[in-house]
């Protein structure tokens, strides 16, 4: 008696135990007679009671590897959940007669994983649910990053199972403003000297001493003295920083030329492309053109393909967490070089100069980085001179030739991301906002060859208000 007494007391403080358990956690179900079809929920790793209404006499699991089942009493039933599935508890009383079947549906514990996910990614608004036998989640979340920490949690809870269904908050459009500034420098210098001597001691014939090379035995020196600076010797082929003058030594005509010429030249591009792109989606931009190159085919035909040339972007922005951004990106500057040629399928085609780079960076909206710099030096130092004549000291001056030439090129390549989202269509002005056609009037009496537009409302009408040379808007000159 005292034995039943306290395996009652036992029952029920289990049932009220499970009864009072919060949602996810173990429960109680009751199986009542003729009640065919009852459904039982049952967390993984996690029990759950099962109360018939009548006494039975046998009881059978359909797939024990899902759920295991033991008995408390002839109306209890302890359930415990195993793996995700689902399977048929069936209940039969003393006669042989069906009492019930409970479908027993075992599902991942999501109460702790509500609870981790909570402790780890707070305030997000994420719902979790189940659906055959893994984990949906929904809601919105703040960023890519904490989007990944909570699909990367519920892996641990439900492998290779987990369906997301979740959407990334805030904003999501990145505009990539890049800055490509070049400077190319070069200084060239060069001085020469040539010396011909002409009489009948040489036969009528030019005597070559200078350091050029540019006259020959068969040069007519009469040519040479006849004043026409076209028939001078020149060393490279300009005419600026030319001198020559000539005499006579008895039958003997000298003529000497000397040549100093300096050149500098001073080279500045800039340019900055803008481009806007979803978060994740590549954007490319070309400001340039296409090079058409003949290619052999395989038959022997010729076909044309196109080089790109210019400013060439291309970059994948993804908004990682807030305002931090990480940034995948190739930019190259190229352009046509003129002075390497390579013959192809009969047609002459130029080479190109081209600097590129491709890199990944994490920045925050408005923060800037320089991707590439280059500084490029290049020297040399050319000198000709005729054998041991030219090492006279003082004299040999006029039997030698020096050339010097120096360039330099720098190129830096900055970048700033801003997150952006689109403004009403009146918000935005364009360069030609501004600027209207003259009139006939305006342009044959006045010359005008641009009129002044005045917008009277938006973006458009507060660029027409700037000057031309404002720090505002485009600037044109």
């Known amino acids: 008696m005292k034995i039943a007494s306290f395996l009652c007391a036992g029952l029920l403080g289990l049932s009220v135990l499970f009864s009072t358990a919060p949602p996810g956690m173990a429960q109680s179900l009751r199986v009542l007679a003729g009640d065919r079809a009852a459904r039982l929920n049952v967390p993984m790793n996690r029990a759950v009671v099962v109360e018939s209404e009548r006494p039975f006499a046998e009881l059978s699991i359909a797939n024990p590897n899902i759920a295991d089942i033991s008995t408390l009493s002839d109306r209890t039933i302890y359930v415990l959940g195993k793996s995700a599935g689902r399977t048929t508890l069936t209940l039969l009383g003393a006669d042989g007669g069906l009492i019930g079947n409970v479908e027993v549906h075992v599902t991942p514990d999501i109460a702790e994983f509500k609870e981790r996910l909570q402790q780890i990614l707070p305030g997000e608004k994420i719902e979790v649910r189940t659906a055959n036998d893994g984990i949906v989640l929904s809601g919105t979340v703040s960023s890519i990053a904490k989007l990944d920490r909570a699909l990367e949690l519920a892996e641990r809870y439900a492998p290779d199972r987990v369906s997301n269904l979740m959407t990334v908050g805030g904003t999501q459009q990145v505009m990539l403003k890049v800055r490509f500034a070049e400077m190319r420098r070069s200084v060239t210098k060069s001085l020469s000297s040539s010396l011909a001597a002409n009489g009948t001691a040489f036969g009528g014939g030019l005597s070559v001493?200078?350091?050029?090379?540019?006259?020959?035995?068969?040069?007519?020196?009469?040519?040479?003295?006849?004043?026409?600076?076209?028939?001078?010797?020149?060393?490279?082929?300009?005419?600026?920083?030319?001198?020559?003058?000539?005499?006579?030594?008895?039958?003997?005509?000298?003529?000497?030329?000397?040549?100093?010429?300096?050149?500098?030249g001073m080279v500045r591009m800039l340019a900055e492309p803008n481009l806007t792109a979803l978060s994740g989606q590549e954007a490319t931009f070309?400001?340039?053109?296409?090079?058409?190159?003949?290619?052999?085919?395989?038959?022997?035909?010729?076909?044309?393909?196109?080089?790109?040339?210019?400013?060439?972007?291309?970059?994948?922005?993804?908004?990682?967490?807030?305002?931090?951004?990480?940034?995948?990106?190739?930019?190259a500057v190229s352009a046509i070089d003129t002075t390497v040629t390579v013959q192809n399928a009969g047609f002459a085609v130029n080479g190109f100069s081209k600097r590129e780079t491709s890199t990944t960076v994490e920045m925050r909206d408005g923060e800037s980085f320089a991707i590439a710099g280059l500084l490029q030096d290049d020297f040399a130092n050319l000198k000709g001179q005729v054998p041991w004549l030219g090492d006279i000291p003082v004299l040999g001056a006029l039997f030698r030739s020096a050339e010097y030439a120096r360039n330099q090129s720098e190129l830096v390549i900055l970048v700033t991301p801003h997150l952006v989202t689109p403004v009403a269509g009146e918000a935005l002005a364009l360069p030609t906002d501004r600027v209207r056609l003259p009139t006939e009037t305006e342009f044959f009496l006045f010359g005008d060859i641009g009129g002044r537009a005045t917008p009277r409302k938006g973006g458009a009408a507060e660029v027409a208000r700037q000057d031309f040379e404002g720090s505002y808007g485009y600037v044109m000159e």
């Open 286 to 331: 070309l400001a340039g053109g296409e090079y058409p190159i003949p290619v052999v085919n395989s038959d022997g035909g010729i076909s044309i393909e196109y080089k790109p040339f210019g400013v060439e972007l291309s970059f994948i922005p993804r908004v990682v967490d807030g305002d931090v951004i990480n940034l995948e990106i190739k930019a």
């Open 209 to 264: 001493l200078g350091g050029t090379g540019q006259y020959s035995s068969n040069t007519n020196v009469s040519a040479v003295f006849d004043g026409d600076p076209a028939t001078l010797p020149s060393y490279s082929g300009e005419s600026t920083g030319r001198f020559g003058f000539g005499f006579n030594v008895g039958g003997l005509q000298f003529e000497m030329l000397l040549e100093a010429l300096e050149s500098k």
